[in-house]
């Protein structure tokens, strides 16, 4: 595999979490964005990490990068949204063949799901972590009236890590216009095909109180 460079986006502002900073709140005895960063350290195949942060917790993560530094780049300050945090991390990555973002919110991330996810993006150029949606998903319109209801089977969670070359990556991020929520859906638009692999049902994400608590007992569990 050529050389593999990451980007972890904890830049978020944690809206839903009271005020707490979540890649900060502990889980564990130590912070969520911790457990992701020693993934990302341990995984032989990544060769550098991007981690961009926001203002208010650069120092924070200095202290991380000194215990635990080795991939680690110095602080990358995010943007306003979650794909000018990308961008601001794809520009600190220069002659990495492949790329890999990841939600610093998604603390139970492995490195088999990293290297099943390059293996994945070997086909197309990208691939995305994703998992079957159980429920019943049904499509609203006015007063909270069905409009419809979408066949579950053709309907798949995304999460992350998403894996692409960089090539495609950087072109992407060069013609974004609109918002987006995750990175394949740029790709997506300039007519890229993105293949899905299987994700992890425990790769939560981390948005408010109770799913710190769940990611405790999904740890629990694994030990």
Not at 38 to 63: E, G, H, K, P
Not at 183 to 188: C, H, I, K, N
Request: aromatic share 6%.
């Amino acid at each position: 595999m050529d050389k593999v460079g990451a980007i972890i986006v904890a830049a978020g502002q944690s809206r839903r979490m009271g005020g707490a900073d979540k890649v900060f709140a502990m889980l564990r005895g130590k912070p969520v964005l911790a457990w992701v960063i020693d993934v990302f350290q341990a995984c032989s195949t990544i060769d550098q990490i991007i981690v961009v942060v926001n203002r208010q917790n650069r120092s924070s993560y200095l202290q991380l990068k000194e215990q635990n530094g080795a991939k680690l780049s110095e602080p990358c300050i995010g943007g306003k949204r979650r794909q000018d945090s990308v961008a601001v991390g794809l520009a600190q990555l220069d002659g990495y063949e492949w790329i890999v973002i990841h939600d610093a919110v998604r603390p139970l991330i492995t490195a088999d799901l990293i290297e099943r996810g390059l293996e994945a993006a070997k086909e197309t150029g990208g691939a995305v972590a994703a998992i079957p949606v159980n429920d019943t998903i049904k499509m609203i319109g006015l007063n909270n009236m069905i409009k419809a209801t979408i066949p579950r089977d053709v309907l798949w969670a995304a999460q992350t890590p998403q894996i692409f070359k960089s090539d495609i990556i950087h072109e992407a991020y060069r013609q974004s216009e609109i918002k987006v929520t995750d990175d394949a859906t740029l790709v997506e638009r300039l007519g890229y095909r993105v293949k899905i692999f299987f994700g992890a049902y425990d790769n939560i994400k981390i948005t408010n109180q109770d799913d710190l608590y769940l990611a405790e007992a999904l740890i629990r569990r694994r030990e």
